[in-house]
């Protein structure tokens, strides 16, 4: 199975809408900065909960969870392991 | 020194004015609620604006949704929230003279009392592409740095 952070980066591919390809991104990159809009953002953590059949709950869902792909990547990471 | 009609840091000293503005693609909107129905509506929207959003035929009106979403990210803006939560908490509400109006919920109410907010407009607008929302709030206390 494709390890966690490739499968981040392949949902901001898809639905994050930079203006930058995504393998350009660093991991401590600003996400917004690349282009990631708010509205993007929304799109971003459905398809994110999609794919790691999680939900995210209110606490995270704050501007900064999805400032940076290892922002994401925590995010994912902390609610894998709480359904552990 | 502000000049013209609106001499409000020299005629009202205590009156702190904040702003916000959004613009969205309505075809983005269009875009998530194909991808994700009914998910994207409920986590972003509340049910008063869903209910309040409908064609003739009982869809989602795409534009005016766009416009709501706008709103809640001029609002944010406007309250200088660095972590804002759920959108939800931020709802436009029609006025009985069809004015739209902004509802405000949890932190952003919260946030809306520590500023001191006493006079919140709002104005919307979409036209092709896009939507757009501009959000002014008065406040009693002016941040450190603004004009009196």
């Given amino acids: 199975m494709t390890d966690p952070k490739s499968r981040v980066r392949d949902v901001l591919t898809r639905h994050g809408r930079l203006n930058t390809d995504v393998t350009s991104v660093a991991d401590d990159d600003s996400l917004y900065a690349a282009g990631l809009t708010s509205h993007a953002s929304v799109n971003v953590m459905l398809a994110l909960e999609d794919e790691f059949d999680v939900e995210f709950p209110d606490a995270l869902l704050r501007r900064s969870t999805f400032e940076s792909v290892g922002g994401l990547y925590e995010a994912i990471a902390s609610l894998l392991k709480s359904d552990a | ?148």
Wanted: net charge negative; hydrophobic share 45%; proline share 3%.
């Fill in chain 2, 1 to 148: 020194m502000i000049t013209g009609a609106l001499r409000l840091s020299a005629d009202h000293p205590d009156v702190g004015v904040r702003i916000g503005m959004d613009l969205v693609e309505i075809s983005e909107v269009a875009r998530s609620i194909s991808d994700f129905g009914d998910r994207y509506l409920r986590r972003v929207f509340a049910e008063h604006e869903l209910l309040g959003c409908r064609t003739h035929s009982g869809d989602p009106d795409v534009e005016r949704l766009a416009a709501r979403f706008a709103a809640k990210e001029a609002t944010i803006k406007a309250l200088d929230i660095a972590d804002a939560t759920e959108l939800t908490h931020i709802v436009v509400v029609n006025a009985a003279n069809g004015r739209p109006e902004l509802q405000l919920l949890g932190v952003y109410a919260r946030r809306s009392h520590e500023l001191g907010a006493f006079a919140v407009d709002l104005t919307l607008t979409h036209e092709r592409n896009y939507a757009a929302a501009t959000v002014i709030i008065l406040t009693n206390n002016c941040r450190p740095g603004e004009h009196r």
